[in-house]
């Protein structure tokens, strides 16, 4: 078992920048796949971004391609999201999830089974 533990949000003007941070904890950090999902007032939770065990493939969705990226230190147990060039829309709970599975990079919440408690991001216009 794992145990994820999000920090990094906070409020940002539109165009701004936030690094989110996840610290796990339990089992080898490097077993687990893992990724960022986010969700919104009134919406369901959504995949943001994804990275495999060893960091070397990573996956986003088309509405942050080429804004934020994803990175891990399996040496520090993190993974990290990387937000630039923020907007109104990217305002959310974003949440930090780990995976058993290998081989692929899943974007389905329901291939992950571990989940932190999440951090507020609100981008202003």
């Known amino acids: 078992q794992v145990q994820l533990a999000e920090s990094g949000g906070g409020l940002v003007q539109a165009g701004g920048s936030l690094r989110l941070s996840c610290a796990a904890s339990g089992r080898t950090f490097s077993t687990y796949t893992m990724g960022w999902f986010r969700q919104a007032i009134g919406k369901e939770r959504e995949f943001v971004a994804a990275t495999s065990r060893s960091g070397g493939s990573n996956s986003y969705a088309d509405s942050v391609k080429g804004r934020f990226t994803i990175s891990r230190d399996n040496a520090k147990n993190t993974v990290s999201l990387q937000m630039n060039s923020l907007k109104p829309e990217d305002t959310a709970v974003y949440y930090c999830?780990?995976?058993?599975?290998?081989?692929?990079?899943?974007?389905?919440?329901?291939?992950?089974?571990?989940w932190g408690q999440g951090t507020q991001v609100t981008v202003s216009s």
């Open positions: 999830a780990a995976s058993t599975l290998w081989g692929t990079v899943p974007q389905m919440s329901q291939m992950y089974a571990y």
